[in-house]
């Protein structure tokens, strides 16, 4: 989005983008529905935001494509409508966005709105994403391979997973690393680490209030320390500031 139609000083500029947007130009499409979905240099206009998100996915931008799909999850602009949102979510992943990817990978997951479920997609876009890096991914992906959902139940290699989502400070995985230590699953039992990853994750209710894992964390932190020294609930908290300072959320 370079040049004249920049998001500088866009309330001046929005006349001469709306021109340009229509002669067909992707970018400065993209720019226009980022500024009604934002309120950049107006108000806020998601029917707008659609329409020019719409026009930009039409050309094959894929972060247009992104855009206008996350819209049909939120329901801005519109309903709700996880079947819409599906095909310009895949165009985007397809592209390369991590994000999409797991956006997909979720939908076919839990087979929501009217999107069907279906694992093997799942686990096909999960892996694109995870491959990225993407934390979210990461973890979804781990909790298909520990319940051995459209694949061979592996609980190493969702112990893996969750690992590097952690690493990004992904509270989700934090918990389900405290789940797995917590009853000894593909590691030894161990209360310690068990309670300091409960505890990561409990800590993040400010930062990741995603499928209520705080509150459950916390719940199975507090439950856990019934069965601890006041020595290993010293060292878990502990090792969890440590972690905390070592691997900031991203």
Not at 23 to 40: C, K
Not at 110 to 118: A, E, L, Q, R
Not at 137 to 158: F, I, V
Request: positive net charge; glycine residues 10%.
């Amino acid at each position: 989005m370079r040049g004249a139609c920049s998001r500088r000083d866009f309330s001046q500029l929005r006349p001469w983008c709306l021109k340009a947007a229509e002669h067909g130009r992707p970018q400065v499409q993209m720019l226009l529905g980022l500024a009604y979905e934002t309120g950049m240099g107006g108000p806020v206009d998601f029917s707008q935001a659609r329409i020019w998100y719409r026009k930009a996915a039409d050309l094959g931008l894929a972060d247009a494509q992104f855009r206008l799909g996350k819209m049909y999850l939120a329901g801005q602009g519109g309903p709700v409508d996880y079947v819409s949102a599906l095909p310009w979510l895949r165009k985007a992943g397809e592209q390369g966005n991590p994000q999409a990817q797991w956006m997909v990978g979720s939908l076919y997951m839990y087979g929501n709105g009217g999107v069907p479920h279906d694992d093997s997609q799942a686990l096909l876009w999960l892996d694109r994403s995870a491959a990225q890096g993407f934390r979210f991914a990461q973890r979804d992906l781990g909790t298909m391979y520990l319940n051995g959902s459209g694949t061979a139940k592996d609980s190493r290699k969702a112990g893996s997973l969750y690992r590097l989502a952690a690493d990004q400070g992904e509270a989700g995985a934090e918990a389900e690393l405290g789940e797995m230590y917590g009853n000894g699953i593909a590691v030894p039992k161990d209360l310690v680490q068990a309670y300091a990853w409960f505890d990561l994750a409990a800590s993040q209710h400010l930062r990741d209030k995603e499928f209520n894992a705080q509150a459950l964390a916390t719940r199975r932190r507090d439950s856990m320390a019934v069965d601890m020294t006041a020595a290993q609930i010293a060292e878990a908290r502990q090792l969890s500031a440590t972690w905390a300072k070592q691997h900031p959320p991203r």
